[in-house]
Nanobody, 126 residues
Framework: QVQLVESGGGLVQAGGSLGLSCAASGLTFSNSAMGWFRQAPGKEREFVTAISWSGSRTNYADSVKGRFTISRDNAKNKLFLQMNRLKPEDTAVYFC???????????????????WGQGTQVTVSS
C-alpha cells in the first residue's frame, strides 16, 4: 500500500520561507516521478511542481516558478519542496503526489497523479 506523508506545513509571514517534506513508502520511490499539488479554500486542486524519478527534469506552475524548488532524496525515499518569498495567495493545503512507476513525460502539469498524501496546511499571513 502506497503511503505519502507530508510534514513541515505551518504559518509564515508573507515574504518568508517554508520547507515541506514527504516520506514515501509502498512504492519503488526511485522509479516514480513525484510532485506537489495544492488546494486553496473554495478552489480546485492545482498542480504546483513535479520531478522525474532521477531528478533530472522538473516542472513548475507559472505562479511558483522562481520561488519554489522541488527536490528528492532517492536513498531516503523523500520528496521536498522549498518555498521562498511566500505570498498570501500561496495559502493552501499542499499534497504530495506520486505517479506510476517509469511514467515520464516532458510536462507533468496536465497528468493525473496515481497516489496522494493527506495534505499539510500552509498559511501565509499578509
Amino acid at each position: 500500500q502506497v503511503q505519502l506523508v507530508e510534514s513541515g506545513g505551518g504559518l509564515v509571514q508573507a515574504g518568508g520561507s517554508l520547507g515541506l517534506s514527504c516520506a514515501a513508502s509502498g512504492l519503488t520511490f526511485s522509479n516514480s516521478a513525484m510532485g506537489w499539488f495544492r488546494q486553496a479554500p473554495g478552489k480546485e486542486r492545482e498542480f504546483v511542481t513535479a520531478i522525474s524519478w532521477s531528478g533530472s527534469r522538473t516542472n513548475y506552475a507559472d505562479s511558483v516558478k522562481g520561488r519554489f524548488t522541488i527536490s528528492r532524496d532517492n536513498a531516503k525515499n523523500k520528496l521536498f519542496l522549498q518555498m521562498n518569498r511566500l505570498k498570501p495567495e500561496d495559502t493552501a493545503v499542499y499534497f504530495c503526489v506520486a505517479y506510476r512507476e517509469y511514467f515520464m513525460v516532458a510536462d507533468y502539469s496536465s497528468e493525473e497523479p496515481n497516489y496522494w498524501g493527506q495534505g499539510t496546511q500552509v498559511t501565509v499571513s499578509s
